[in-house]
């Protein structure tokens, strides 16, 4: 029989522990309003007791989403617990995930406490946390390297007081397939009450695992499984959800579980993601990458042609890539964009669409076709990114063989506008001599990459910049048709963002 299987989504949480991947409120209130639509069970909205960024976003986002539960993370302290309760207390549906590590290595360097203060603790936890809600969600951080027996008895210590959901995580990456579906039927077998709990995993992909040991783990007998949309998260990543999602709906035959998620909003919601985080997706990455559906052999290409199934193992369609991306032109209207807009996963205000609307008609006026790319590029720049500091008003730049580069540049810094020129080895580097100048910045510039977002000379650039200040790390990301525009607006957002981390220093990764 075909059980369901609960996708809890921790992007915005353990997602967020990326380097340099933090959001802001209004990003995290954007990419929540995406999960739920994409049909996620569960969304692990932070940490509030982290930071007050953290709780403010954890608390707008309980206060916004009625169809999702929104669960807020805890360690097993008072604070703890009372800081998240707050955050999530006027949900519709909300769920406390309270935390302690298990394994012999994190008790005794870590937390410095004995299996039985461990035990105590983790019943206190989640006693407190019950008496908020029914919803508990109790965690063995490091589970997988914990003693087996020592693990379901804490499992079984947290359900005798009330824990709904028990995760078994594998906190450093470490587990290898088969090895975790044998502990996940062990803790089954072996915690006396499991019944009264579903059983959650929740991985990490330092050996690239993360998705193997997750199914494994749903073939064993797991409920929930709690995943990232592009597998961001905390070093090399946690499990990716559109992986799991999809090998479910592609090989049914092989899983007792069916997830609610809606397949065809998966591409939109990725690109949401690394749009907002300014992680991109590498090209070779499983259902989302840029080259998933990518045929490049010709014997490929033949058969693909002839039949699709002969080397596609899924429609880019069910996930939601358009078969037909060349979408529209000057003379399309605002009606074309909005339904366009929404195919594509953003459903926008009239405000914002008519923002979008101006900004399309610009960039229709100097190319020909407007692909999906740039569209998204347009939605990023002009509405996903709010609150900066720092925006571009103006930029002149003049460069060739025979002169000495050099770039004027007006800013609005903080309401107010500032002009300054500088000189550079070449036109970019002239125009962040000067944004430099202008903002003060004493951040180095640590990457700069430049991709062509569709095909044509004129195409749009993108740009990606990493920027670090002080150990903070910080990615900005812009488009344009002109790549030196691209360019400053990708590290004016770099310079954003940085601003953004200095102003919420202690964030979630700094706390686990
Ligand atoms: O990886 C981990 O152990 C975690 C827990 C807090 C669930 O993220
Ligand atoms: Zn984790």
């Avoid at 840029?290 to 369609?317: C, S, W």
Wanted: hydrophobic residues 40%; negative net charge; charged residues 20%.
């Amino acid at each position: 029989m075909t059980e369901k299987l609960i996708i809890f989504d921790t992007t915005l949480r353990d997602g967020e522990q990326s380097p340099g991947a933090s959001m802001n409120t209004a990003e995290k209130l954007r990419l929540a309003t995406q999960l739920e639509k994409l049909g996620v069970d569960v969304i692990e909205a932070g940490f509030p007791a982290a930071s007050q960024g953290d709780f403010e976003a954890v608390s707008q986002i309980a206060a916004k989403l009625k169809n999702c539960e929104i669960a807020a993370l805890a360690r097993t302290s008072k604070s703890d617990l009372d800081c998240a309760w707050r955050a999530i207390a006027h949900a519709a549906k909300p769920r406390i995930h309270t935390f302690i590590a298990t394994s012999d290595i994190h008790m005794k360097y870590k937390l410095n406490m004995s299996r039985e203060e461990v035990i105590k603790t983790a019943m206190e936890g989640v006693r407190y946390a019950k008496s908020f809600t029914e919803n508990v969600e109790f965690s063995a951080e490091d589970g997988s390297r914990s003693d087996r027996d020592f693990l379901c008895q804490v499992f079984a210590a947290a359900i005798s007081v009330g824990a709904t959901t028990i995760n078994l995580p594998d906190t450093v990456g470490y587990a290898i397939p088969e090895e975790f579906a044998n502990l996940v039927r062990y803790v089954i077998a072996h915690t006396p009450n499991i019944e009264k709990a579903i059983l959650s995993v929740h991985c990490h992909n330092d050996l690239g695992l993360a998705a193997a040991n997750t199914l494994a783990a749903v073939c064993a007998g797991a409920r929930q499984v709690e995943v990232t949309v592009n597998g961001i998260g905390e070093r090399a990543g946690n499990t990716s959800m559109e992986e799991v999602v999809m090998s479910i709906h592609t090989r049914p035959n092989l899983f007792p579980v069916q997830a609610r998620v809606d397949t065809t909003l998966i591409h939109p919601t990725s690109r949401l993601v690394s749009m907002i985080t300014g992680i991109m997706v590498q090209p070779n990455k499983a259902i989302v990458g840029a080259n998933a559906f990518a045929h490049e052999a010709g014997i490929h290409q033949d058969g693909v042609l002839k039949n699709p199934m002969t080397y596609e193992i899924m429609r880019p369609e069910t996930i939601g890539l358009s078969s037909n991306k060349l979408i529209l032109g000057k003379h399309s209207g605002r009606h074309a964009l909005r339904s366009h807009l929404k195919e594509m996963g953003y459903e926008l205000s009239d405000e914002e669409l008519q923002l979008i609307f101006t900004k399309f008609k610009e960039l229709a006026d100097k190319k020909k076709h407007v692909m999906d790319e740039d569209l998204e590029a347009l939605v990023t720049e002009g509405i996903l990114r709010t609150a900066d500091i720092f925006r571009l008003e103006y930029l002149h730049v003049s460069s060739g063989t025979t002169i000495h580069p050099v770039a004027s540049v007006k800013m609005s810094i903080n309401g107010r506008s500032a002009e300054s020129t500088a000189y550079g080895n070449g036109p970019i580097d002239a125009t962040f001599n000067t944004i430099a100048k202008l903002t003060g910045t004493q951040s180095e510039l640590l990457r700069f990459s430049i991709a062509a977002l569709t095909g044509g000379t004129d195409a749009q650039g993108e740009v990606t910049v990493r920027l670090g200040e002080n150990g903070l790390i910080a990615i900005g990301r812009g488009a344009d048709s002109d790549i030196i525009t691209a360019s400053a607006k990708a590290y004016i957002n770099g310079l954003n963002r940085l601003e953004y981390l200095k102003a919420h220093p202690f964030t979630a990764s700094e706390v686990l």
